[in-house]
């Protein structure tokens, strides 16, 4: 009983370490809820399209610029 | 405290780092809450192991114009002005904030900046600039863009959570901080290129 008690102090003391984030409009406070909850927990299901996404827009917008960049981060390190 | 202590405390910290680096990719959230908790300097200091472990392979594959101590000494400094930046910003509005939480997310926080420099080393060795126009060119172009804007994400994230756990900062006020980090680091940045310290900044 007294193992458990102190377990789940500390995981509420845990999970209340920071207040709700509240943007002060409440539209926008369910747009930002949305998107982080999606984030929260395996965010690279998310994360992964949707960089492949932009990358292939940045290809169809600036075509043999993106192979130049990425030549010139790949002498980047 | 003594040998045993010290080399027990060092096991454990990296059997954490290994465990946090996969807990990290699936649920960010709670175990960067975790970390701001339970985190300590042993974590820390292992994780400055593994980027100096990673100024001396660079340096191995490709000479940088600096000694890699240097270099790493240079990345101690920015990590320490970083880490010191927020720390004091936060103090105005927050009260019982530990700089120590902040300096252990925020080290966790390297682990995509790690995984893109070895990985740019290790391509510089397996697949060589320039890249051409070919196919096989563009190709390459997109996946790599794609998986350094996902590295790029995933560091936004892992630093807003560490600022929002460590500093218990808001939404507006996490913003308002890294665009004033940002109008620091960027003219920061171009001098430490214009002396050839670093071609990227390793933040």
Known sequence: MESTRISLKKKLNEVFLVAPNDLGFAPLTNIYKKITGNLKTMPFFIIFPLSLFFAVVLYLLFGYLLVKLVTLLQYGF | ?203
């Open chain 2, 1 to 203: 405290m003594d040998f045993e202590d010290v080399a027990t405390n060092l096991l454990t910290s990296a059997l954490l780092i290994i465990k946090y680096f996969f807990f990290l990719i699936v649920s960010p959230y709670k175990t960067l809450r975790k970390i701001s908790l339970e985190g300590d300097y042993y974590e820390m200091g292992l994780m400055f192991f593994l980027v100096a472990a990673y100024f001396y392979f660079a340096n191995f594959i490709r000479k940088f114009s600096n000694p890699p101590l240097i270099e790493f000494v240079f990345f101690l400094t920015n990590f320490f002005i970083s880490t010191s930046f927020f720390y004091l910003l936060a103090k105005k509005t927050q009260k019982n904030l530990q700089f120590k939480n902040l300096l252990v997310t925020f080290s966790y926080t390297l682990f995509p900046t790690l995984i893109w420099f070895w990985t740019n080393s290790l391509l510089y060795l397996l697949l060589p600039p320039p890249r051409t126009l070919s196919i096989f060119g563009r190709a390459f172009s997109v996946a790599y863009t794609a998986f350094s804007l996902s590295l790029l994400i995933w560091k936004v994230i892992l630093v807003y959570l560490s600022m929002r756990f460590s500093l218990r900062l808001n939404f507006y006020k996490i913003a308002y901080f890294f665009i004033l980090y940002l109008c620091f680091l960027i003219p920061y940045s171009i001098i430490l290129y214009s002396f050839r310290i670093f071609r990227i900044p390793f933040v």
